[in-house]
Every structure is written in C-alpha cells, then in structure tokens.
T-cell receptor
Framework: SAVISQKPSRDICQRGTSLTIQCQVDSQVTMMFWYRQQPGQSLTLIATANQGSEATYESGFVIDKFPISRPNLTFSTLTVSNMSPEDSSIYLC???????????FGQGTRLTVV | GENVEQHPSTLSVQEGDSAVIKCTYSDSASNYFPWYKQELGKRPQLIIDIRSNVGEKKDQRIAVTLNKTAKHFSLHITETQPEDSAVYFCAASQTGTASKLTFGTGTRLQVTL
C-alpha cells in the first residue's frame, strides 16, 4: 500500500488569495489524482496529475483555477487560485499503482475561505 | 459522463443485524466498482471492490453484488459492529482501475448497541 501525506492539513484563507496544497507519496505510484469533498458530501474528481505534463481536468474544473504540478512520481501540488467562499472544501490527494485497482487517499486539506 | 446514485443516505441498524447499501450507475461501459469507508475526519479507505466480469465477491463480513443488466451493485455487511459506523461511498469507473472514479453520494451507517 502507499502512504500519502498532504500539507497543510487545514487552512483559513482570505478571498482572492491562492493556496498550494502539497501531496507526497512514499512510493512511486503510477497515477495521482486530486479530489474535492465538500463537508458531508461525496468526492468529486478534479483532475489526474500527469508526471511532467499538464494535468487532465474533469468537466467543470479548469487549469487557471486549479493548476496542478507533478514533477516526479511521488509528489504533486494543487493550487486553488483566486479563492472565494465557494472553494471552501476538503481537498484530497489520491494515488494508485497501474496494475492494482486500489486508490489510496491522503488525509485531506480542509480549506476555509473567508 | 457517468452518474452514480446511492441509497439510502442514512442507515441505522442494531449491532449484529445486516446492512445493505445500493448503488446504480448510468454508463454501461463502467467495469470497476469499489466501495470506500470513511470514518469521521479520516481519509476514505477501500473495503471491497468488484469488476464487471464477476457477480459477487465476499471478504469476511462484507460482500458486494453486481447486476450488470440492471446497472446496480450493492454492499452487504453482516453481523454489524459499532466499528462499522462510518460513511460508505460506492464508485464506478470505466477504466477497470482506480482512475476516473465517479463516487456516489454516500451512506452514513450508524450501528447502535
């Protein structure tokens, strides 16, 4: 299994600012993903982080708002840009190996925008 | 895109009873169906999964059934225990892997003594 660490674990940010969330995996996972989970709600896939190239975004999510980097197989960042209160949510990093189906999740970053 | 509906949204059972959570999916191309358990304030964790070429899978007290014709799958927990209390999410993917998972809306299971 993979151990996924995220930081920060939580933050309170002013509207209009940006926050970068870091995700570190303890082994070289093939795939990395970013999800959003609003309190008490389900998980929604934001994008697949691709090593060394642009992330693949899901419908409703754009690179200008959620720029993602993945410089190597074990590290990725998600930036939430120009934040508004509607961005208040939990952001989860996830990783998976190519030949296995289990997706491992980080502990999440609880973001509050005021 | 894929849409996954999950019912019920909340479920309360007495310890020792069985619990059943049902999900339906919209895209017949979906071929991988995991179930995740999320305890309060913790990360989701995979508890069981099933592929489209299998109708049922069991792991101790947990089982999942899949009906491809009807496009629905269910989680069955027998002999429930208080530590089973959590939110359970079903999900579906067309890739056969954990990529591009579409999650259901979640079921909050409460096991009472």
């Amino acid at each position: 299994s993979a151990v996924i660490s995220q930081k920060p674990s939580r933050d309170i940010c002013q509207r209009g600012t940006s926050l970068t969330i870091q995700c570190q995996v303890d082994s070289q996972v093939t795939m990395m993903f970013w999800y959003r989970q609003q309190p008490g709600q389900s998980l929604t896939l934001i994008a697949t982080a691709n090593q060394g190239s642009e992330a693949t975004y899901e419908s409703g999510f754009v690179i200008d708002k959620f720029p993602i980097s993945r410089p190597n197989l074990t590290f990725s960042t998600l930036t939430v840009s120009n934040m508004s209160p509607e961005d208040s949510s939990i952001y989860l990093c996830s990783g998976a190996y190519r030949d296995f189906t289990e997706a491992f999740f980080g502990q999440g970053t609880r973001l509050t925008v005021v | 895109g894929e849409n996954v509906e999950q019912h019920p949204s909340t479920l309360s059972v007495q310890e020792g009873d069985s619990a059943v959570i049902k999900c339906t999916y919209s895209d017949s191309a979906s071929n991988y169906f995991p179930w995740y358990k999320q305890e309060l304030g913790k990360r989701p964790q995979l508890i069981i999964d099933i592929r489209s070429n299998v109708g049922e899978k069991k792991d101790q007290r947990i089982a999942v059934t899949l009906n491809k014709t009807a496009k629905h799958f269910s989680l069955h927990i027998t002999e429930t225990q208080p530590e089973d209390s959590a939110v359970y999410f079903c999900a579906a993917s067309q890739t056969g892997t954990a990529s591009k998972l579409t999650f259901g809306t979640g079921t909050r299971l409460q096991v009472t003594l």
